[in-house]
């Protein structure tokens, strides 16, 4: 078992049905860049097929299993706290500006738009 605590990305290289596990001590993403995995994470109702390309994100202290379909190579890397937050800023931001837009003005000009003016 590793602990990725330190700030360095781990390469793993998979070999069908091989199976690793870990605990990450601090939030981390997953990357899988070659091949297919399955993986579970400790209190997280779901388990999550990665294929290449895709990634997700890994909760801290949990044990991840993650076993290979076939030969697979993916990335542990921790995310920087500053990531995570200006990310976290952005969702906020975000979500703040889609409620505004629902709340008001994006109606009347989507029914504008859309209607002709009519049904106001």
């Not at 601090?26 to 290449?52: K, N, P, Y």
């Not at 801290?60 to 076993?67: F, K, N, R, T, Y």
């Not at 921790?78 to 409620?99: D, I, K, N, S």
Request: aromatic share 4%; charged share 20%; with cysteine.
């Amino acid at each position: 078992m590793n602990r990725h605590g330190n700030r360095t990305p781990s390469q793993w290289l998979l070999q069908r049905r091989q199976v690793r596990a870990t605990r990450v001590a601090q939030v981390c993403t997953l990357e899988v860049s070659h091949g297919r995995v399955w993986v579970t994470q400790e209190g997280r109702a779901d388990d999550f097929w990665l294929e290449s390309g895709h990634s997700m994100v890994l909760l801290p202290g949990a044990l991840v299993v993650i076993e290979a379909d076939h030969v697979s190579s993916l990335r542990i890397e921790p995310v920087l706290m500053q990531t995570a937050r200006a990310w976290l800023h952005l969702c906020c931001a975000g979500a703040r500006g889609l409620a505004a837009a629902l709340g008001g003005k994006f109606r009347h000009n989507a029914s504008t738009l859309l209607g002709n003016g009519e049904g106001r």
